[in-house]
C-alpha cells in the first residue's frame, strides 16, 4: 500500500534493469489508489470505518517520502541511460502519483469532515500546530480604507508561521487579497525570524461553511476548508461545508 518501492536494495543503489520492476509496482500501485479514491468517494460517514479510513490515511501522508525517492532514481536513471526504454513511461506515472495521493487524502477528509471530526486528530509524525496569536482586530495599515480584521497565527515549528487573516474587516474597506503587499509586509515585519503562510479565510453561513485562499506565486489559490481545518486541528475555529 501506498507506492512502495521494490524490495531489496535501496533505490539509489538500484540498476537500470530493475526498471520493468518499478513500471510494474507503480502501475499496480496507482490502480489500487484510484480505484480506492472511487470506493471512498461513493461512501456515506456511515459506510466507511472510521479506524479503516485513519489508518489509510496515515500511510498516504507517509506516500510523500517514497516518492521523493523514486523521482531522484528516475532522475539517476535518465542521466545514466538517457535511451532505456520505459523511462518515459515511467515519468508519467511518477508525475501521476501526487494528483491521486491528494486525491485520497480529499476523500478521507470529506468523510472525517461529514462526521463532524475535523481537525480532531493530527497527521502522524508532525508536531501539532499551535494558535500563539487570536487578534480580532489586527491593524496591517494606516492607509484609508485597511480596517482591522481577525488575525490567527499558527506555529507549526520554531520557524514556520500560518497566518489566517479574515478576508475582510466588520467595518468594509479593502479586501485582504487586494491588500496583500501590505498584509505580507506587516507579518514579515513583525516575525522577521519566521517564514510566513498566509491563508485568507471567509466566514461562511451554517450550510456552506468557511472558504480559504492561501498565498500563491501569482496571486491566491483556493483550498479545500477541510485541508486547513485537519492541517492546524482547528475544528474549534472554523467550519466545512462538509458538515452540512
Do not use: K, N
Amino acid at each position: 500500500m501506498g507506492f512502495e518501492q521494490p524490495a531489496g536494495p535501496q533505490p539509489s543503489e538500484l540498476g537500470i534493469e530493475m526498471l520493468p520492476v518499478a513500471l510494474a509496482g507503480l502501475r499496480a500501485e496507482l490502480g489500487e489508489a484510484r480505484a480506492l479514491a472511487r470506493e471512498l468517494a461513493g461512501m456515506t460517514p456511515e459506510q466507511a470505518d472510521c479506524s479503516w479510513c485513519d489508518q489509510l490515511e496515515e500511510e498516504y501522508h507517509d506516500v510523500g517520502a517514497a516518492h521523493a525517492t523514486m523521482v531522484r532514481q528516475l532522475v539517476r536513471w535518465r542521466r545514466d541511460h538517457p535511451d532505456a526504454p520505459g523511462l518515459d513511461e515511467l515519468a508519467a506515472l511518477v508525475a501521476e502519483v501526487e494528483p491521486v495521493r491528494r486525491a485520497l487524502l480529499r476523500q478521507f477528509a470529506r468523510l472525517r469532515c461529514a462526521r463532524g471530526t475535523s481537525g480532531t486528530r493530527g497527521v502522524a509524525g508532525q508536531p501539532e500546530p499551535e494558535l500563539v496569536r487570536d487578534d480580532p482586530r489586527w491593524t496591517f495599515s494606516d492607509l484609508p480604507g485597511h480596517e482591522p480584521r481577525a488575525l490567527h497565527l499558527w506555529r507549526e515549528d520554531d520557524t514556520h508561521l500560518v497566518a489566517v487573516v479574515a478576508a475582510e474587516s466588520p467595518e468594509g474597506g479593502v479586501s485582504t487579497v487586494d491588500a496583500r503587499d501590505a498584509v505580507v509586509a506587516r507579518l514579515e515585519s513583525e516575525h522577521p525570524d519566521c517564514r510566513i503562510e498566509l491563508f485568507v479565510w471567509t466566514r461562511g453561513s451554517v450550510p456552506s461553511g468557511d472558504s480559504f485562499e492561501r498565498e500563491a506565486l501569482l496571486g491566491f489559490e483556493p483550498v479545500p476548508a477541510h485541508d486547513v481545518i485537519d492541517r492546524l486541528g482547528a475544528g474549534r475555529h472554523y467550519r466545512c461545508g462538509c458538515q452540512a
